[in-house]
């Protein structure tokens, strides 16, 4: 196949397709026969799609006229798609590194947010950033996530809890999908927290009046695009009545449900989230027997974040129980001031060794289910032909060592690659051949 293309990857150990099929998730068993070809190669075109994927001798042959930007030699390492992160709050203002003090001498986290601290910290924090502030710093994060191996996050809002500051940082994150490259699934998440004066029911009221009303009409005028609506729907923050009504208003303007749920106090979010059509739920440590069955009729993925679970102390998740029933299950890093964590191989590592999920669940968890969690595993999550060009390159002969090595990533990630672009070279790799 003759003409210029913008990638060859050559001769792999493994190439980690994830999906071989075009599955759109993969369930527990889907997960065991993880699809790995052995000695493969593939080539991504100048639109940033994968145009093919085989053998190294056949794609040889069926380029062998063709022209790349950029050729790697992938000679005893392995390739993996680009990792999705489901799951994250990165733009704000203010750590939270004496929050993490007190929490270690046993403050929980509903004390500390009862104390003005926890979320409320951050917002004010966040108020008085300014926008330029605010990219900055969410850039510098979004790099960090990007050399861990992340190419597409979800990023939400929910520092501000008023319109301006709402909007100021989904401005951010709009400059961010246009500016970097890197994939951003960007979440409106103004009902994080109970405005300070203000009750839940005015909160909502809020929400649903003034600001979807104004995400609407940015969208219409192209300044703006929201992908997904969340709720933190929690005991003495948003209740479920609240909480469905804030969701509802949100898909009634097209945002997909994607929200917190039953993460401190059984609420019935499960429940709530399958009865709406949610295309997600995050946290879940809380979730009941019936919620679990609902989530997996209603094809509703689990987010879960061992993270979150392992920095609070909280009960783990019921990943086991949730695979045995047919939940989509995803995985995300929950980046906050509150579990500051950058690295989905540190999450998947997280998730085996707390949650007791198989490294091929997780890695399943950590791509393709965590790209239907956000409604783009028809584009992201796996290498098959047709997809964005998303791929992760690491320095071993078996995948797994992604998940086995328990941090020290950075000497492990060789190249990770957006759209078939080199966004991250491991210093030792020095220059590669360019034609």
């Known amino acids: 196949m003759a003409g210029r293309h913008r990638l060859l990857l ?3 150990q493994q190439l980690v397709l994830v999906c071989g099929r075009g599955e759109e998730h993969l369930l527990r068993e889907g997960a065991a026969g993880l699809a790995v070809l052995r000695g493969g190669s593939l080539v991504v075109g100048l639109d940033g799609c994968i145009k093919a994927v085989g053998q190294a001798d056949v794609i040889r042959n069926q380029f062998s006229g063709a022209t790349f930007e950029r050729i790697i030699d992938c000679s005893g390492k392995c390739v993996l798609p680009g990792l999705v992160d489901a799951h994250t709050h990165p733009v704000w203002a203010g750590d939270r590194v004496h929050e993490f003090a007190m929490k270690l001498a046993g403050a929980s986290y509903m004390e500390i947010h009862q104390a003005g601290g926890g979320i409320h910290f951050t917002v004010e924090h966040t ?19 990007r050399r861990a191996g992340s190419t597409l996050v979800e990023c939400k809002s929910g520092y501000g809890l008023n319109l301006e500051t709402e909007l100021k940082m989904l401005r951010v994150i709009e400059r961010a999908k246009q500016s970097m490259d890197i994939g951003i699934s960007s979440t409106y998440c103004g009902a994080h927290s109970v405005p300070k004066g203000k009750t839940a029911t005015e909160a909502a009221d809020d929400i649903i009046n003034n600001h979807l009303p104004k ?5 219409l005028s192209g300044e703006i695009h929201v992908n997904n609506i969340d709720v933190f729907c929690e005991k003495g923050v948003f209740d479920l009545d609240s909480t469905r009504r804030i969701l509802q208003a949100g898909k009634n303007i097209g945002l997909q449900i994607n929200f917190h749920g039953d993460e401190l106090h059984p609420m019935k979010s499960a429940e709530l989230g399958a009865e709406l059509g949610a295309r997600a739920i995050s946290h879940l440590e809380e979730v009941s027997d019936e919620g679990i069955m609902a989530m997996a009729r209603a094809k509703c993925a689990a987010v879960l974040l061992p993270t979150t ?27 906050n001031p509150n579990a500051y964590c950058f690295s989905m191989p540190m999450v998947m590592h997280l998730a085996c060794v707390n949650m007791k999920m198989s490294m091929n669940e997780a890695l399943a968890a950590a791509t393709i289910n965590a790209a239907y ?13 047709g997809k964005q ?29 957006v759209k078939g672009k080199v966004v991250y070279q491991n210093e030792r790799c020095g220059t590669m051949s360019s034609y």
């Open 10 to 12: 050559e001769n792999a």
């Open 127 to 145: 108020r008085n950033a300014t926008e330029e502030e605010l990219f900055n710093t969410f850039k510098h994060r979004l790099e960090r996530m």
């Open 215 to 219: 995400l609407k009409e940015l969208k």
């Open 309 to 335: 679970a392992y920095m609070l102390r909280l009960k783990q998740p019921q990943a086991r129980k949730m695979l045995e029933e047919g939940v989509i299950v995803a995985l995300g890093s929950d980046f």
């Open 373 to 385: 969690a956000l409604g783009k595993s028809d584009t992201h999550g796996s290498i098959e032909t």
């Open 389 to 417: 060009g998303d791929l992760v390159i690491i320095n071993s002969s078996r995948w797994e060592h992604l998940i086995y090595q328990f941090g020290g990533h950075e000497a492990l990630i060789d190249y990770v690659i």
